[in-house]
Every structure is written in C-alpha cells, then in structure tokens.
C-alpha cells in the first residue's frame, strides 16, 4: 500500500497533498451539485456555461483525485496548474466587473481573489513535485 502512495516524508508535503485531494475533489463536486455559482462567473464571451462549468468540475476531481497516487501526481499537480489558468478568465471577469458579483463585497475582495489564484497555482505545483528522496 504504502508503495502505491509513496508519499513523501515531509510531513508538511503530505498535509498539502491531502489538502489539494480534498479541495479539489469537493469542489469539482460542487460544479455538479451546485453549478448555479459557477455558471453566473463565466464570462459572457464564453459560450456553453454551463459544459464548461461541468468541464472544469471533472477537470478538478480528476486533479484532485489524481495527486493521491505517486504515478499520477506529478501529472495531476500540472493539471491543476493548467486548469488554474484556464479558469483565470472567469477571476479577471469578475474583477473587472464586480457590481455583477454583490455577494463577494465588492471590488477588493475581487482582486484579492485574483491573487489568491496564484497561490493556489503555487501549492499545487509545489505539493507535487516529486522530493529528491522518493523521485525514481
């Protein structure tokens, strides 16, 4: 078993690789049980909101799912990354427009998220490289 996790020793590491597996397997969850939030955040530009807030859901457990197995990690951990940008979009949107958006307070906290993108982007690619101790 511990052969087909083969997580790293740093304990810190593997508290951000189960942390990314539950995040981001419950929120793709999310785009299929709740799409409504997702689908309003699409810009405008983009059409069919709706498959491509299913699109990026799938995208998500598949990421998340996809970071728990050594094989898969590193794979899964570029993923996320992608996927990250590719919903940035969406985040600028948001920004650029956020009387659209009331329930997130406003412009700052807007921006806020815009940035918080990049951390994001930066613990999925850090959770997933493979440490020199376990690398093949």
Do not use: C
């Amino acid at each position: 078993m511990s052969d087909f996790l083969r997580l790293p020793r740093n304990i810190l590491k593997r508290l951000a690789l189960a942390g990314l597996a539950i995040f981001y397997t419950y929120i793709g969850i999310t785009h299929f049980t709740n799409p409504e939030p997702f689908v309003a955040i699409v810009p405008p530009y983009l059409p069919a909101a709706l498959a491509l807030v299913y699109i990026s859901g799938v995208a998500e457990i598949m990421g998340g799912l996809g970071v728990i197995p050594y094989a898969t990690r590193k794979w899964a951990g570029w993923g996320l990354v992608a996927l990250l940008f590719a919903v940035y979009p969406a985040n600028i949107h948001m920004a650029m427009n956020p009387d659209d958006f009331p329930d997130f307070g406003g412009a700052t906290p807007l921006y806020i998220r815009l940035a918080m993108q990049f951390v994001l982007l930066a613990w999925a690619w850090w959770a997933t490289q493979p440490d020199t101790e376990t690398a093949d």
